[in-house]
C-alpha cells in the first residue's frame, strides 16, 4: 500500500532517525517544511518535502499503484505517545470526585479504603470481556484524538489473580489494536485492605509470586511502583525493582506526587525507562537524573484534577534535562487521555512553548515508553503514525484553542482510522 498525503500546509516533527529524546534546549526546536507531501509505503514513511520537489516528481513516475490524501492545507503532525495509563479499569470514580471538590484529599481518601483500593473492588468483579470492550472504547477515543502509542498498567488488581486478569486484557488490546502498546505491572498500587499492618507480606507476594507468573507468561514490558508517601516505601520499591531487573522487566515507576520520596533516587539506580509524576522534585534529583537514561515524565493532567502542586519543568528544561509529558489516563486522579489537554496544559500551566509542549508529548513520550526507535516523529523507517488536523493557522494553535479536537484524520501504521 502507497499513499501520498498532499496539500500538506506545514508538516512537522521532522527528525533524524537516529534521535531518540530531545533535552534542554533541543526541546524548542521542531523541524517543518511548508507546503509539503508526505510518501507512505507499506505503513512506514518512505519520504517528505516540498510538493512538486525532485523526489516528489519521481515518486509520481515510479509508482503506479499511489493513493493520494488530500490534506486540505491542514497540518500533519507526528501521533501522541502517550506513555503513562490506566486505562484498563472496571467503574468511574466520579463520587469520589465530588468529596474532593468538597475538600477531602487524594490521601485522605485513600485512608478511608476509597480510590485505588475503590478501583480494586470494582476490578475483582469484573470480567476479562467486559474489561477488555470499556478499555477498548477508551483506545478508540484516545486515537480519534491523534494517540497511536501508548503504555497501559496493571495495578487494580492487587492480587495474583486479578493482576494477571488486567494483564491478559491489555495483551488483548495489543493482539486486537492497530496502536502501539506496551504493558507495565503495577502490583505494587496500593496495598490491599488483608494486608493492611503487613505492607512487607504483599511485597513478598508481588516478588515471589506475581513477578514470576507475569513473566512467565510474558504479560508486561515493564514494572512499576507506586513509590510515595503513605503508598510504598523506597526500599519496598528496591525491593520490587531488583526482582523484576532479574526477570527483565524493565522499570518505570511512579514518584514524588505527593512528597519528595526518594522515589527519583530509586528509579535512577534501577536505570527506570521513566520517573513519572515528580510534582516534588528539587536540585538533588534534577542533577541525578542529569547523568541518567531516565526520562523524567511529567503528568499535567492529575496535578490539574488533584489541585495539587505542579512539578518544575521550566526549571527541568533550563536546567538541560528532557521531560516527556502523558494523560495518566485513569478514573481517579485523571479521567482523560486527551494529549491534545495536555498540550495545552504544557503551555497554561507549565509555560512550555509550544514546541517543547509537542516534544514532551511525541518523542519524548516515546522514549519513555521505548519505542522512539519506531515512532514519535517523522522519520525515514519509522511507522506513519500521524494526524491530518484541520485547517488551523499553525502549530501555537493546537495548545491556544484548548479543549476540542482538532484531529481530522488519524493514520496509524499508515492506515487511516475510522471512528
Ligand atoms: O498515576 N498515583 C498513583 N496512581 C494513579 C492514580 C490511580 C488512581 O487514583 O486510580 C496516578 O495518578
Ligand atoms: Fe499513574
Known amino acids: 500500500m502507497r499513499l501520498i498525503i498532499h496539500h500538506i500546509k506545514e508538516l512537522f516533527g521532522i527528525l533524524d532517525p537516529e534521535i531518540r529524546l530531545l533535552r534542554g534546549k533541543e526541546m524548542g526546536q521542531v523541524g517543518s517544511i511548508k507546503n509539503a507531501y508526505l510518501y507512505v509505503k507499506d505503513g512506514l514513511i518512505a519520504g517528505f ?100 502509542a501508548v503504555e497501559i498498567k496493571s495495578g487494580y488488581g492487587l492480587t495474583t489473580e486479578a493482576e494477571l486478569k488486567m494483564l491478559r486484557v491489555i495483551r488483548r488490546l495489543k493482539e486486537n489494536s492497530p496502536l502501539l502498546i506496551k504493558a507495565n505491572f503495577l502490583g505494587a498500587h496500593a496495598v490491599p485492605p488483608d494486608y493492611r499492618g503487613r505492607q512487607h507480606e504483599y511485597v513478598d507476594l508481588i516478588i515471589n509470586e506475581m513477578i514470576p507468573l507475569v513473566a512467565a507468561e510474558n504479560l508486561a514490558d515493564f514494572i512499576d511502583v507506586f513509590c510515595d508517601q503513605g503508598f510504598f516505601t523506597v526500599e519496598d520499591t528496591d525491593r520490587i525493582l531488583n526482582a523484576g531487573m532479574k526477570f527483565g522487566l524493565r522499570a518505570k515507576i511512579h514518584a514524588n506526587e505527593l512528597a519528595r520520596s526518594g522515589g527519583i533516587q530509586v528509579g535512577v539506580k534501577y536505570n527506570a525507562i521513566s520517573v513519572d509524576h515528580l510534582e516534588f522534585t528539587g536540585e538533588e534529583e534534577m542533577e541525578l537524573l542529569s547523568q541518567s537514561e531516565t526520562m523524567p515524565l511529567i503528568l ?44 495545552s496544559m504544557a503551555s497554561i500551566l507549565y509555560r512550555l512553548t509550544p514546541e517543547e509542549g509537542f516534544n514532551a508529548t511525541t518523542i519524548n513520550g516515546a522514549y519513555a515508553m521505548d519505542v522512539s526507535h519506531e515512532t514519535g516523529s517523522i522519520s525515514i523507517g519509522k511507522r506513519a503514525d500521524f494526524y491530518i488536523t484541520q485547517p488551523i493557522p499553525g502549530l501555537a494553535y493546537m495548545p491556544y484553542y484548548y479543549g476540542s479536537n482538532k484531529v481530522s484524520k488519524m493514520f496509524v501504521k499508515g492506515k487511516e482510522l475510522s471512528f
Open 49 to 148: 518535502g516540498q510538493e512538486g520537489d525532485s523526489g516528489y516528481q519521481l515518486i509520481l513516475q515510479e509508482e503506479t499503484e499511489l493513493k493520494f490524501v488530500d490534506a486540505g492545507q491542514g497540518l500533519v503532525l507526528p501521533a501522541f505517545c502517550d506513555a503513562h495509563t490506566h486505562l484498563v479499569y472496571a467503574a468511574s470514580r466520579e463520587l469520589e470526585y465530588v468529596d474532593k471538590i468538597n475538600g477531602l484529599s487524594y490521601e485522605e481518601i485513600a485512608k478511608r479504603g476509597g480510590g485505588i483500593l475503590n478501583s480494586a473492588k470494582a476490578m475483582a468483579n469484573a470480567s476479562e470481556e467486559e474489561l477488555f470492550e470499556s478499555a477498548w472504547h477508551r483506545l478508540q477515543e484516545i486515537a480519534s484524538m491523534g494517540t497511536a
Open 300 to 343: 499535567p493532567g492529575a496535578a490539574f484534577f488533584l489541585h495539587m502542586p505542579y512539578a518544575p519543568a521550566r526549571q527541568m528544561i533550563r536546567y538541560g534535562l528532557p521531560v516527556a509529558m502523558a494523560s495518566d489516563f485513569n478514573p481517579g486522579s485523571s479521567p482523560s487521555g486527551n494529549m491534545q489537554l495536555i498540550l
